[in-house]
């Protein structure tokens, strides 16, 4: 019997990628989640880079951003290089590359990524239990900081707050669901001003306690109505037969969007409500031609 509100028993019947999570390099990652043609972090890009546009208050300004459950630092790539997930794979599948050592890759890597930097005035932190993925993506440049910790276990250790404490917007793909409100609180504590928080979140996972934990800290929440965002295709038929039933264990219905044999995240967007008023969130995204019902895929 699946427990729709309760993160661990929703993530029983996902299939489980540990395995890959935590390796000196990102090369396994890629592997198994370019055969499922992960993409959620190609969609949220654009989505960030407008909300990070909307978050400056001049184009120069530097802006520091807080991705939670960074991994290697897929999306920095993304934000920083203008990579997309299909790219990486390619970098990491290539011939040359196979059977370098780790670190040899390491220092390869520095240098790709150096060569594609594009917005100077981007700062990246990246936070994630992860260790050698956090290690990876601070020694390649793409993440200016890695900081490894499990907030859902309470409080921000001293060095982790220090380090957040001046972020302006924190930002996740595929990490809802393996963290609930205690992250977010412990992020919203640690945290000088609260910063904007722009979650792509899987439909059958809850929102509604981050968002109220987020309210305690001053942010208005929205939700962006009438568009899904692909993440990744179902590993198998049970997969999908477990997300199936625990939408419809929370009145939801799968035919609408997973019956295409994708996961769909949803996007949530906190903020001071003042912002809120003065430019509701579809507002703000609207020149995203990405709005709109269903995104296709290639
Ligand atoms: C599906 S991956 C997403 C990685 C990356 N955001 C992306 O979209 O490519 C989920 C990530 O969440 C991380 N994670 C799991 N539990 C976490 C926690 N308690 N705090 C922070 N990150 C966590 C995993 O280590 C993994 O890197």
Redesign the pocket.
């Known amino acids: 019997m699946i427990d729709a509100s309760d993160f661990t028993s929703v993530n029983s019947g996902k299939a489980s990628f540990d395995d890959v ?2 390796r000196p390099d990102p090369r396994g990652f890629f592997r198994v989640f370019e055969k499922l043609d992960y993409s ?2 190609d969609r949220a890009c654009p989505v960030f880079r407008r909300l990070i546009e909307a978050r400056r208050n001049d184009p120069e300004e530097q802006v520091r951003i807080l991705d ?4 290697y630092g ?2 920095a790539a993304e934000l920083k290089c203008g990579l997309t997930v299909d790219e990486l794979a390619r970098h990491y599948r290539r011939a040359s590359l196979e059977g370098v050592a780790p670190e040899d890759l390491l220092r390869i890597d520095r240098e790709f990524f150096q060569e594609q930097q594009l917005d100077p005035n981007l700062v990246v932190l990246g ?4 260790d050698a ?1 956090v290690r990876y993506g601070e020694e390649v440049g793409l993440l200016d900081r890695g900081l490894v910790a ?3 276990a309470g409080q921000a250790p001293p060095a982790v707050a220090e380090a957040i404490r001046e972020s302006d917007m924190v930002i ?4 809802v669901g ?2 609930g409100e205690g ?1 977010f609180a412990a992020i919203a504590d640690a945290a000088d001003e609260t910063p904007w928080v722009a979650s792509f979140v899987l439909r059958m996972f809850p929102y509604d306690a981050i968002a109220e934990t987020l309210a305690g800290h001053g942010l208005e929440t929205e939700k962006l109505e009438g568009v899904t965002f692909r993440q990744r295709r179902f590993y198998d038929d049970e997969e999908a037969e477990h997300v199936r039933k625990t939408l419809a264990a929370r009145g939801i219905d799968f035919d609408e969007h997973e019956a295409d044999g994708w996961y769909h995240a949803e996007l949530y967007v906190s903020r001071p409500p003042e912002l809120v008023t003065a430019e509701p969130l579809d507002q703000l995204l609207a020149p995203i031609a990405l709005l709109q019902p269903r995104l296709e895929t290639a």
């Open positions: 999570y935590n959620i972090p939670l459950g960074c991994s897929v999306n936070l994630d239990v992860a993925a499990n907030l859902e996740s793909t595929g990490c393996y963290v992250t």
